[in-house]
């Protein structure tokens, strides 16, 4: 959805630099979500917000972090990137009762 | 931990045949979603289900929940090739997080 972007939509990096990974949204959604997508794996959860204030781990967080600069904003960071963090990586937002999720266009990222 | 569980991977069809994918969680699902990834594109919410034994239907899609609430399916009569593209099952665990399932990609051959 344009709603949600993500930026950038492609990078190709070297192990052992830092990487962030932007998303925003002006759908005004508390949640937010930070999935990584590997073929044959579906998509996994890498970390969640609910508010500002709110950070919670997800199924796969090691070697992540994020910073949820305000409602807006939820930016993944990978401190050193490693060649088996190449992958595609999806912001959403979530809403209503059941958390129905809406997607960014995704960043395809490549560790050398 | 929960896992969601999808089969088959893959689906090849020709133009016209139907096309079932099945969704299975470790755990008793409150609700349960279903996206599509268009090749190249990001996940869109379909549908959701609630209620055990729930069956909803959008023009040749008819998505079904278990009566244990632990699976769910999803149904297209007579393919096109705008069907083509990944679908996705997703439901929450407990401690609000998300999980969505393997994936079944379909292949629609004219």
């Known amino acids: 959805d344009a709603d949600v972007t993500q930026t950038p939509r492609n990078r190709i990096t070297k192990t052992g630099k830092r990487i962030m990974l932007e998303c925003s949204q002006t759908k005004g959604h508390d949640r937010m979500y930070w999935y990584r997508q590997d073929p044959g794996l579906g998509l996994r959860l890498i970390y969640y917000s609910f508010d500002v204030k709110d950070i919670n781990k997800g199924e796969i967080s090691d070697g992540y972090s994020v910073s949820r600069q305000a409602q807006a904003k939820f930016s993944l960071s990978l401190e050193s990137a490693i060649p088996n963090q190449t992958a595609l990586y999806f912001c959403?937002?979530?809403?209503?009762?059941?958390?129905?999720?809406?997607f960014g266009p995704g960043t395809r990222l490549t560790v050398l | 931990g929960q896992q969601v569980m999808q089969i088959p991977q893959y689906q090849h069809v020709q133009e016209g045949e139907d096309f079932t994918t099945y969704c299975n969680s470790s755990?008793?699902?409150?609700?349960i979603q279903w996206y599509k990834q268009r090749p190249g594109g990001h996940p869109v919410f379909l549908i959701q289900?609630?209620?055990?034994?729930e069956v909803k239907k959008q023009k040749r899609l008819t998505f079904q929940f278990g009566e244990a609430k632990k699976n769910s399916s999803l149904h297209i009569t007579a393919t096109q090739t705008t069907d083509v593209g990944t679908y996705f099952c997703a439901g929450p665990s407990t401690g609000n997080q998300f999980y969505f399932g393997t994936g079944t990609s379909l292949t629609v051959i004219p």
């Open positions: 959403a937002t979530g809403t209503g009762r059941y958390n129905e999720q809406f």
């Open positions: 755990t008793t699902l409150s609700n």
């Open positions: 289900l609630v209620k055990s034994g």
